[in-house]
């Protein structure tokens, strides 16, 4: 499997423990908004999709008790090894090394996925792929960034490695989907061309006070560790200080990590 793992891809497998660590002030926040929306009762068979380190489905392993079913999917052995040793008590919780678009299991109650259709090589086609997991009239949540979010770290993240290495900036990313469907409204109108109705989706407004150890964690735990592949320590220490340094020279204090959490039953 490893060979077909892109750059971002890597950064995940490299940051599982760090993720883990950021968790508690991004990824879970996150991951319990989510499951709100998906309402789980008891006894419920939900799909978790680009689970990492279990935001979302260990919530939702608790939601639906012992007698439900939370299979949770991440391409990422190493998120899965940590999720399998925080959910050892929760034998409903069964987390498998696979990719998302490819499952074939269906009829599940709940599909959800937090902070991950937007890693499908085809967003479209991965998200329909995973509707079509659920039973007819069963529910589908899926959780993306709103524009703007997070961008402020990549930038100083991406001008201090520059600075650091003598090198140029990273260009900037060609712009896609998401970006073009990263406020609600339109958001909306993408979801409800997925075989879904009575779609809603929910501004979950989030503020990460950066400290130097969160602002760090940002980096370290989350896709921007992909910036730091292949610099020897020396080097991605200087480049955290030049990072802090650049994010106090800004008056960078706040980071915007909003999402939008789209919902909809499917038909
Ligand atoms: C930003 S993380 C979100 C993890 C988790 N849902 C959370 O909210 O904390 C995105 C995750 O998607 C996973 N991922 C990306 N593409 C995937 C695919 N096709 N199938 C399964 N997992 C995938 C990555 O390995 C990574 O762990």
């Known amino acids: 499997m490893s060979s077909r ?3 971002t ?4 497998d490299a940051a599982a423990a760090d993720f883990a660590a950021l968790g508690r002030y991004l990824w879970e926040p996150i991951g319990a908004a989510t499951v709100a929306a998906a309402g789980l009762t008891e006894g419920d068979r939900v799909l978790d999709a680009c689970c990492g380190t279990g935001a979302s489905a260990i919530p939702a392993a ?14 990422s052995g190493p998120m899965i090894g940590e999720l399998r040793r925080l959910s050892a008590g929760l034998p409903q919780l069964r987390a498998h090394e696979a990719d998302a678009t490819a499952w074939d299991t269906g009829g599940y109650d709940v599909v959800q996925s937090a902070l991950g259709i ?3 090589p085809d967003m479209t086609d991965g ?15 899926f959780t993306i960034w709103r524009g703007g979010a997070m961008v402020a770290a990549g930038r100083h993240l991406g001008r201090a490695v520059a600075a650091v290495t003598e ?14 469907i ?4 339109p958001y909306a109108e993408w979801l409800s061309g997925r075989n879904l109705s009575d779609v809603d989706v929910v501004v979950n407004e989030l503020r990460l006070t950066m ?3 969160i602002a760090w964690l940002v980096v370290i735990g989350s896709g921007f560790r992909g910036l730091l592949d292949d610099l020897e320590p020396d080097v991605v220490e200087r480049v955290r200080e030049r990072y802090l340094e650049s994010l106090r020279a800004d008056g960078l204090t706040e980071l915007d990590a909003t999402t939008l959490i789209g919902s909809g039953t499917v038909r």
Do not use: C, M, N, W
């Open 62 to 75: 608790h939601a639906v008790g012992a007698e439900g079913v939370v299979d949770a999917l991440d391409l």
């Open 211 to 213: 400290t130097p150890e």
């Open 5 to 7: 793992k892109v750059g």
């Open 118 to 120: 937007f890693f499908f």
């Open 127 to 141: 998200t329909e792929r995973l509707i079509a997991r659920a039973r007819s009239g069963g529910r589908a949540v």
């Open 182 to 185: 990263d406020q609600a409204g």
């Open 9 to 12: 891809q890597r950064a995940f």
């Open 167 to 180: 090198s140029a900036p990273p260009p900037e990313r060609e712009p896609s989907l998401i970006d073009r």
